[in-house]
């Protein structure tokens, strides 16, 4: 009877390793050959403080449907003496997908505003909600042109007369004060 | 309308009250800070155009009394009227009410012009009235060449005088002054006094003066109340608070010298003599102690026919009047110090 | 010597002044107090050199990036409301207690003019030291923004928000100082309430993301203008986009100053002493 409850608990363990291990497959599956990310833009000149827009379509080609994956969109300079900070450039860069059906898609727009001039690489990225692989999409490359100085031009004036003539209206009410006496 | 002189012209005025209602009239008046009693049952009353003496020690409620009655501060309990007007009504009271507080603040950035026009303005006078009556007042208590000086160049008897003239800016009915003469040498003291004289006598208005300086009162009050712990102790002209208060009187007695010691057995056996008659005046000189319940007549007949029937010839009897101050003494110290 | 006889020497009574005539009079000696005395005048100093500080930094900056640029017009603007409140505040906590403490209280209580109409004349003195240092900030905002076209932006947007903050540090102000025994509490206590009102916009980005962060941030009305700013200038936003974000700070605007003037209506020589 014993040796007979220890096959069956070795057996029910077995099963279950089985089971799971037979799922993450699937899933890698699913992930790895299910998911498609495509821009609809690939090259996009712009200036400093331009606004960009494009879309990221994603379809389902596997035959599960995808509940709870992510979209990503990643913002980057090939130049490494170009300071990017994501954040700048566009605030909402993670979206939520809706459950896609097998074979279904949707699209996704991204706003980006051009902060700093250089080359820079934008592309969007999903993931499951276990975040075992990720698929991304092709790059948007986007060309940013004409440095902005600030011109410092008329810069000293200000920033002494200003006080300057505040100081000059507190000399004349001191003035007043001392003739007052 | 019988305009009062000094009253600003702009101000909107009512008709004369033809009232013979008293100028101050308090009845039952109480105050306290928590479980200190301030004032407690007060009840007197002031004619128009009387000069009031307010006393008292240190913390006999001389101040929370004028606060209460220029509305700044709210009695517990009790009534009072100022000019006629019921104590509920606060903002008119404040309008015919004149105060110098005690050690009143003074802005050190303005003028005394500017200042003096400002709080004209705040009882209701336009900017031109406001103005005139400031230089007119500034030039009344002798400061008409400081119009323009900041106050914090003033001297504190200047100050003095400026918060008299802010305290008549708007033409009061009634004048508080809280110790006016504080901290003034005599001759501040005596420009002072001869202000609150020319405030009643050429304005006709009533004026509370409270003070620790008994010669002032009695030299320009015309009624006296004395305070002791918040209530009232004695009242009356000063001749009625002095006879009332049966303050002991001196007098001195002139005998020949070798009859000094039975003339000092004599008076002190009609117990008229003190301290041995004061063995360190002139010889022959004894000074008397009259009781203050009796008129003095009476206790100096009976010092001379005392000394006459024991022998002793009277050279000369001199008596001193029954000073306020002996009185002030005689009706706080029974209530213990203040 | 006059007749003192009581009959015909009675008083002629004045009627006490209405309560708007109190308050232009009170408002204008303590805007001639303020800004005559020099007072005024010696806070815009040290607010304009403030300001040419962080003008020539962004001057010196010759590789500023585009919204770094932006940023630097929000940071000033930023800058510009929060010191001119502060100084709003400063102003108006010295009110009350500080004639309190100089002694000039009793002599303004004296007088028949209304309570209310001393703490509006005091309201008044305070707010117009933010509008002449929102004057004074304009030179700057159009020289740092003139070339990201924000200056239009910047000028109503800080008008509206600093002129909202200012309404409603002024009744804090008021407030504190009516009900404070002394001039160094009132103040020391303004001080805590305006950096207890900045502290929620110190909190790191992550707590400002829940529902709890956002409704903080946007009940705070320090936090909601700076927000308000900062969307405006840098994120571009139009000025109508947030203006949910200007509902508290509005809020404020009105019912602080209201409750100052509620409270002054029981203004007293001495707190708690009762009138």
Request: charged share 15%.
């Amino acid at each position: 009877m014993r040796a007979l409850a220890r096959i069956g608990v070795a057996g029910a363990l077995l099963l279950a390793l089985l089971t799971a291990q037979d799922a993450q497959a699937a899933e890698s599956a699913v992930v790895a050959g299910g998911v498609v990310v495509a821009l609809d833009q690939h090259d996009v000149a712009a200036t400093p403080g331009a606004k960009i827009t494009f879309a990221s379509t994603i379809r389902n080609t596997g035959d599960r449907p995808l509940d709870g994956y992510v979209a990503h969109l990643n913002i980057l300079s090939t130049d490494k003496s170009v300071y990017v900070d994501p954040e700048d450039w566009s605030p909402k860069r993670t979206q939520y997908l809706d459950e896609l059906a097998p074979g279904g898609s949707t699209t996704l727009s991204w706003n980006v505003r051009a902060v700093t001039s250089g080359p820079i690489l934008l592309f969007v990225s999903v993931t499951s909600p276990t975040a075992r692989t990720v698929t991304s999409s092709g790059p948007l490359n986007m060309t940013v042109g004409g440095q902005r100085v600030v011109n410092a031009g008329g810069v000293l004036p200000l920033v002494l007369w200003m006080p300057a003539g505040v100081l000059a209206l507190l000399g004349a009410t001191s003035v007043r004060r001392r003739r007052l006496r | 309308m019988g305009a009062i002189e000094g009253r600003p012209a702009g101000l909107t005025a009512a008709p004369a009250l033809v009232s013979p209602a008293p100028a101050i009239a308090v009845h039952s008046l109480s105050r306290s800070y928590r479980d200190q009693v301030a004032v407690s049952s007060v009840d007197f009353a002031v004619r128009p155009g009387t000069v009031l003496g307010l006393l008292g020690p240190n913390g006999a409620g001389k101040t929370t009394l004028i606060r209460m009655l220029c509305a700044l501060l709210r009695p517990d309990s009790g009534s009072f009227e100022i000019a006629g007007l019921p104590h509920t009504e606060t903002r008119r009271i404040r309008q015919c009410v004149g105060v110098l507080p005690e050690s009143p603040g003074y802005p050190r950035g303005q003028t005394c012009q500017e200042w003096l026009t400002y709080h004209g303005r705040l009882y209701g006078a336009s900017r031109r009235e406001a103005r005139a009556t400031a230089l007119r007042l500034l030039g009344e208590v002798g400061l008409a060449d400081r119009a323009g000086s900041l106050i914090a160049g003033l001297s504190r008897g200047m100050r003095q005088r400026l918060g008299i003239a802010r305290a008549l800016v708007n033409g009061p009915s009634v004048v508080f002054l809280d110790e006016p003469t504080l901290g003034l040498d005599p001759l501040g003291q005596r420009q002072v006094l001869d202000l609150v004289t020319r405030i009643a006598r050429d304005r006709g208005a009533t004026v509370a003066l409270s003070t620790h300086v008994l010669a002032e009162v009695e030299q320009v009050c015309d009624h006296v109340i004395i305070l002791n712990r918040g209530r009232i102790v004695a009242e009356g002209t000063v001749a009625e608070v002095v006879r009332r208060a049966a303050a002991p009187r001196k007098g001195v007695v002139q005998v020949p010298p070798r009859l000094r010691t039975r003339a000092v057995d004599v008076l002190a056996a009609l117990d008229l003599v003190a301290d041995g008659g004061n063995e360190n005046g002139h010889r022959g000189q004894v000074e008397l102690r009259l009781p203050g319940d009796e008129p003095p007549e009476t206790s100096s007949t009976a010092a001379l026919r005392g000394l006459l029937d024991a022998g002793v010839p009277v050279l000369g009897l001199s008596l001193e009047g029954g000073r306020l101050s002996d009185a002030f003494l005689a009706v706080t110290q029974g209530d213990g110090d203040g | 010597m006059a007749d003192r006889t009581v009959v015909g020497d009675a008083p002629t009574l004045a009627t006490p002044p209405s309560g708007t005539r109190s308050a232009g009079a009170v408002a204008e000696q303590e805007l001639r107090d303020l800004w005559l005395s020099g007072r005024g005048f010696a806070m815009m100093l040290a607010y304009t050199v403030l300001l040419s500080i962080i003008t020539y930094l962004v001057a010196s900056n010759q590789e500023l990036n585009f919204l770094e640029q932006r940023e630097a017009v929000s940071l000033t603007l930023q800058v510009a409301v929060a010191v001119g409140g502060l100084l709003v505040v400063l102003v108006a906590a010295d009110a009350v207690s500080g004639e309190r403490e100089r002694g000039t209280l009793e002599s303004l209580l004296l007088t028949p003019s209304p309570r209310r109409s001393i703490i509006v004349g005091k309201g008044v003195a305070a707010v117009s030291l933010w509008l002449v240092a929102f004057a004074l900030a304009l030179p700057y905002f159009w020289w740092i923004g003139r070339d990201v076209g924000t200056f239009g932006t910047a000028v109503v947007g800080g008008f509206v928000v600093g002129t909202l903050l200012a309404l409603a540090l002024t009744g804090i102000g008021l407030l504190i100082t009516s009900f404070s025994q002394s001039n160094g509490l009132s103040l020391a206590l303004s001080f805590v309430v305006l950096l207890a009102l900045y502290a929620p916009h110190q909190m790191p980005a992550e707590a400002t993301r829940g529902w709890a962060g956002e409704l903080v941030q946007r009940l705070d009305p320090f936090s909601s203008w700076l927000l308000y700013l900062e969307r405006l200038i840098v994120n571009d936003h139009s000025l109508t986009q947030d203006a949910s974000l200007l509902v508290v700070p509005a809020l404020c605007a009105v019912v602080l100053p209201a409750l100052a003037l509620l409270a002054g209506g029981r203004l007293s020589l001495m707190p708690r002493s009762g009138a």
